[in-house]
């Protein structure tokens, strides 16, 4: 079984830092990775989407690699914004099935 | 541009009662799926349809079952509430195991 974790779990930084948010998955067998932000009380919204094939993905202010035979992801934004504040999610395809990890909670202090 | 729309946004049942949560994508898209999100748990698969036709159970198919209607829509029915189904749902939706999910805006069901 696919198991997924996100360290740290929350974050605090002030405006202007960058943030460096980390996940782990256990089986390397993978169609993709997709990082996700969620607000509260909100659904999902798709940051970026890494293909088991590449290395990593860019858009805007945000980075993500990957390191699959290691099973590692990092999302990287930069110079951060108090509108980053949110709940991040990584999840791993592996055929069907996305898997996820519990997030971690990034406030950004104005 | 709707993308994936879920109905109702919010919904409180008594335990036993019955209800259909309704999930809609106007991306043409070949899968869809439905997942729960509870505190601590994370998201958790509950079914998924690969293609129009066709459904599977997930991780946690006890207790609901699932609807392919059409192409657009994927309907997640709870046939006797129980609290221990309080939780929050979402439906996603993509066009294959390889390309980018996209998920609804949730439905949160409580059930007393």
């Known amino acids: 079984k696919q198991e997924v974790t996100q360290i740290p779990a929350a974050l605090s930084v002030p405006e202007g830092e960058n943030l460096v948010l980390n996940c782990s998955f256990t089986d390397s067998a993978i169609y993709n990775l997709q990082w996700f932000r969620q607000d509260p009380g909100k659904g999902l919204t798709s940051l970026l989407l890494i293909q088991s094939s590449q290395r990593e993905q860019t858009s805007g202010r945000l980075n993500a690699s990957l390191d699959k035979s290691s099973g590692r992801s990092t999302l990287y934004i930069a110079a951060s914004q108090p509108g980053d504040s949110a709940t991040y999610l990584c999840a791993v395809r592996s055929d069907y099935k996305l898997s996820f990890g519990a997030g971690t909670t990034v406030t950004v202090r104005a | 541009n709707a993308g994936v729309t879920q109905t109702p946004k919010f919904q409180v049942l008594k335990t036993g009662q019955s209800m259909t949560l309704q999930c809609a994508q106007d991306?043409?898209?070949?899968?869809m799926y439905w997942y729960r999100q509870d505190p601590g748990m994370g998201l958790r698969l509950i079914y998924y349809s690969a293609s129009e036709g066709t459904t599977d159970k997930g991780e946690v198919p006890n207790g609901y079952n699932v609807s392919r209607l059409n192409k657009r829509e994927f309907s997640l029915r709870l046939e006797s509430a129980a609290p221990s189904q309080t939780s929050v749902y979402f439906c996603?939706?993509?066009?294959?195991?390889?390309?980018?999910?996209?998920f609804g805006q949730g439905t949160r069901l409580t059930v007393v």
């Open positions: 996603a939706s993509n066009q294959g195991p390889n390309t980018e999910a996209f």
């Open positions: 991306m043409n898209h070949n899968s």
